[in-house]
């Protein structure tokens, strides 16, 4: 069950990565994770796994929400405009 689950979820970062919503760097580096630890292996490790990412991303948010508020003062999030 472990393993085509993992598979799954690794199916589902691809698809997400298509969509731009999840970067190709974060789903290598999962899928390099999962391997590692073993597709066959306790759930749990994969869950930790998975919250170690979502921390150091949190944690990435957070640094560069400050460094902006620093650089340029507290900004409003505004859509980026590409020409």
Do not use: Q
């Not at 999962?30 to 292996?41: H, K, N, S």
């Not at 979502?54 to 400050?66: D, F, P, Q, S, Y």
């Amino acid at each position: 069950m472990t393993e085509n689950a993992i598979r799954g979820l690794v199916a589902s970062l691809k698809r997400e990565v298509g969509k731009g919503t999840i970067s190709a760097a974060t789903e290598h580096h999962l899928r390099r994770e999962f391997a590692a630890i073993g597709w066959d292996r306790d759930p749990l490790r994969h869950v930790a796994k998975l919250n170690d990412e979502v921390r150091r991303h949190e944690t990435e948010a957070r640094v560069l929400r400050e460094l902006r508020d620093a650089t340029f003062g507290v900004a409003p999030m505004v859509p980026v405009v590409t020409e």
